[in-house]
């Protein structure tokens, strides 16, 4: 199947969704697995709100989950604006052909004419013989309209419940509608999987094509995104942009693998696998028609998984960029294997590691109140003065502290909570004994003493 073309037409209008993510990626798939072509068309036609920041956003996002010119299938960026003189000459034919109208109705007059604003164009205009104004296509009368859907099966639109639709405005400018045949038309397009949301445009489309001189595309109409309310993912209510998650911290390989779960599975109780079988496994049939659920919780345990999976030397290096440039890289390499372990996105490596870094470890007052509470000014003596002698590693440390909290009538939970927010500050991090060893002793003994300080002052 050498000859399968798909596309994916962002528009630049805002930060890149994962729900346009998703659908890329099964696009990649499909062409991947067909050894056909990717096309990257950029709808830039809405100059009111493209940007071309956008543009590069959207660029940049698609290259980081691997969507790129590195694969021989990638083709583009095309940019539907260059297509615009294919636009007029498709208007043009339709209109020449009689199979569009010119129609200068406004809506206000529609609807006195039919006597409601919720029903639709009424055809005033087919047979008026006007030169100028919008630019309607002649649905047929009778019959249906069938989408052979990959996803949904059949779905038949009747056409008497398809009003004749717009497809230029009165200056000449093409709508989506007929701009997004013309260019998959123009660019030999075979299959078109995007969002449920353009269903009812594939109807449309359907009569389209063929009114060009061209036989319609393999639909695919992909399930809706939604969030734990079971409400379609909104930009204004869920947080849905790409860029975010890149910054905190995911992986693209842990974003991949759980896109393409979104509405599609291999078919067995595997969930985390490499791209290379997800592509073997992958097809638009076996995609799931029901609403899919972006479950954040659940990304972040694939990405704890990804994290867990990466060489030592890799994690360090994709740690990078969330730690200060004059942090000491030796000595995160002496605790970068406890972090690994610990941190579900690489954003949360710096709140684990920071205290070895600056002269004072933070001071979280919630940590403070939680750990401090029962005053434990003799815990912190009593350890502080077993860490003048104590050999140095972390059991000799743990077991100081066991004998420490036996001493005080406390298990080692207890004794070791005041002792971790006095060295890291915060009660929740690293292994504690190794940390206290990397700290070293004179640092460790120093935050103790601050710690005994602050106590004894409040």
Known sequence: MTDVRVRFAPSPTGMFHVGSARAALFNWAVAERAGGRFILRIEDT???RNRPEWTEGIISALDWIGVNGTNPVFEGPYFQSAYEPQHREAVAKLLADGKAYYCDCTREQVQERTGSKDKGYDGHCR????TAGAVRFRTPDEGVTVV???VRGRVEFPNN????FVI???DGSPLYVLANAVDDITQGVTHVARGEEHLPNAARQELL???LGATPPVWAHLPVIVNEQRKKLSKRRDKVALEDYRAEGYLPEAMVNYLMLLGWGPGDDREIMPWSEMVERFSLEDVNPSNAFFDEKKLRAFNGEYIRALPLETFEERCTSYLDESWDRELFSKVA???QTRIAVLSEIRQNVDFLFLEEPVFDQASWDKAMKNSPVEILTDYLDRLKAVSWDPESLKQALEEVGVAHGLKLGKAQAPVRVAVTGRTVGLPLFESIEVLGRERAKERLHSALERLQKS
């Open 161 to 164: 419940a398809q009003e004749d």
């Open 209 to 211: 094509w063929p009114a």
């Open 168 to 170: 230029a405005r009165s």
């Open 127 to 130: 047979d008026r013989g006007l």
């Open 148 to 150: 052979d859907d990959l």
């Open 46 to 48: 809405d100059a009111t």
């Open 337 to 339: 294997a406890l972090a």
